[in-house]
């Protein structure tokens, strides 16, 4: 019975996982199922022959030749003929009934189910499983009751019907405790996790997975821990815990190889081989998928028969055949993305040159634009320039006409208009304001920065410093301001010692420093 559990495991976890190109390899292939039925028979038959030969001991006259028939669906079961198996067992039962030995019925009916299961007919193996039931019920054969409603859990389980599958298992782990079964509390405590695990309840089948994983430890049963250890591992890949499914996946293989077991060694490198796929590790799926079929390889040679062999080997060049393909396709698939990673790029590449194009246009167009305001500027304040240096001439000419007038001696001017133009001020306040305006209209700033540098200036030494910026000699300063060169000097003079020594050696560094 421990032995279909471990197959029933095998088969229902590739049901689940189909991942990647090993899954598609297994599934063309075939290989799995056929290999794990012929070679778990051993276990199966071992596990539920006890029963029968307690019965043959006890009855060994009457019930020879049906132990014989027996003996023989055992051993076509474990080689994997299961319609032989079949015939063997039907026959069995037949000449079992004739004698009335509902022990021997109720046993071979349990052996009847367990082949129509591997038949896959499970209508028939569950009506089997049922008579079997009632027999062992009714003879207080509980052991054999448990086993009956492990089995038909394992078939309700297999049909969804999760609600009757923990109805059956609950009552065979009820049995088996009562019995002090350990091994076959353990099985029925990994059955209840695949269970919860097939209808997704993960932290409840890992609750019972760890239940059987402790029974089995009791009894240092090491079958039992390496295929709790097992489902265990594909709980926590389902989880997406790495770390964990890895440790329990390695300690099921170590146990299988410590006891040499070939069945339990090849499913534990498949369950690894999973893992790593699972993760994203195709190298390494690949490479315990090849050791996984290498076992399977080495079971087949040991147990099939000759026509299996040849079965096995025309598979395995299909197997090979389609594993070319395969890699042929990935291959194809790995140049494919190859290509659209480079195209990728091109048009990424494309599409930032686009923008980066769309932005240094954009600088050179606002560049463009920033220089020819720039020059219009420039062109702007050469005219304004233009226009304060005319008004200055001006003013010059009018200073020199009245220095002029001022030196011929007229002791009454006889016309009024000279005496008003005799009497005018050059740079009144007036004037001083209008040519303050046209000044600070060509240099903004320079009023406000001989305000920021905090000197103790007269409006007198401002006016010098005006007519500096614009260039003016002396002469020409002392004219437009109605003041002579001597008190231009020394206005300058004035100004050069209300200026900070150590910043400043002349009045024209701190000019330069106004209108930088």
């Excluded at 020879?64 to 032989?84: I, V």
């Excluded at 367990?114 to 009632?134: G, P």
């Excluded at 290509?339 to 790029?345: A, K, S």
Aim: charge should be positive.
């Amino acid at each position: 019975m421990w032995g279909i559990f471990l197959l029933h495991s095998v088969v229902c976890q590739h049901k689940k996982y189909k991942f990647g190109f090993i899954t598609r390899f297994m599934k063309q292939a075939g290989i799995t199922y056929l290999y794990t039925v012929s070679l778990l028979l051993v276990l199966i038959s071992c596990r539920q022959q006890p029963v029968q030969d307690n019965i043959a001991t006890k009855k060994a006259p009457a019930i020879t030749q049906t132990d014989s028939l027996t003996n023989k669906g055992n051993e076509q079961w474990r080689m994997g003929n299961y319609q032989e198996a079949l015939n063997y067992f039907t026959r069995a039962y037949t000449r079992v009934k004739q004698t009335g030995d509902e022990q021997q019925m109720a046993t071979l009916l349990n052996n009847l189910g367990l082949v129509h299961w591997r038949l896959e007919n499970n209508s028939a193996a569950m009506e089997c499983y049922n008579e079997a039931a009632k027999l062992a019920e009714k003879l207080d054969m509980k052991r054999l009751l448990g086993l009956t409603c492990t089995n038909r859990a394992l078939i309700l389980k297999e049909q969804r019907d999760f609600k009757a599958a923990f109805s059956f298992n609950n009552r065979a782990i009820a049995l088996f405790k009562e019995l002090a079964e350990p091994r076959d509390l353990a099985i029925a405590y990994n059955n209840q996790g695949q269970i919860y695990r097939f209808s997704e309840q993960p932290d409840d089948a890992l609750k019972y997975y760890l239940l059987s994983l402790e029974e089995c430890k009791n009894i240092n049963y090491s079958e039992g821990m390496a295929t709790a250890y097992q489902n265990l591992s594909t709980v926590y890949t389902a989880k997406g815990d790495g770390n964990r499914a890895f440790e329990y996946a390695h300690k099921c293989l170590g146990l299988s190889l410590k006891g040499n077991s070939k069945v339990r060694t090849s499913e534990a490198y498949l369950e690894l081989s999973r893992i790593h796929d699972k993760f994203a590790d195709p190298d390494s799926a690949l490479y315990y998928y090849k050791k996984h079929y290498e076992r399977e390889r080495e079971l087949m040679e040991a147990n099939q028969s000759d026509l299996l062999s040849r079965y096995q080997a025309n598979l395995g060049m299909e197997v090979k055949n389609l594993r070319i393909k395969n890699l042929q396709n990935e291959k194809q698939i790995a140049n494919n993305r190859l290509w659209l990673i480079v195209l990728g790029i091109f048009i990424a590449l494309l599409t930032v040159a686009f923008f980066v194009y769309r932005y240094l246009s954009a600088i050179k167009f606002n560049k463009r634009q920033l220089e020819q305001e720039l020059q219009n500027s420039r062109k702007l304040i050469e005219v304004k320039e233009q226009e304060l240096k005319t008004y200055i001439i001006d003013l010059s000419r009018k200073n020199a006409i009245i220095s002029s007038l001022t030196e011929v001696a007229m002791p009454e001017p006889a016309d009024p208009d000279v005496a008003e133009l005799l009497s005018q001020k050059i740079l009144t306040d007036d004037d001083w304001e209008k040519f303050k305006g046209r000044f600070h209209a060509i240099y903004p700033k320079f009023f406000q920065r001989i305000k920021e540098s905090r000197l103790p200036l007269t409006e007198a030494e401002i006016r010098i410093l005006v007519l500096m910026r614009l260039e003016l000699t002396g002469k020409d300063m002392a004219n437009i301001l109605g003041i002579s060169p001597q008190s231009v000097r020394v206005c300058k003079m004035r100004l050069k010692k209300k200026l900070p020594a150590e910043k400043y050696e002349t009045v024209e560094d701190f000019l330069l420093h106004i209108v930088r």
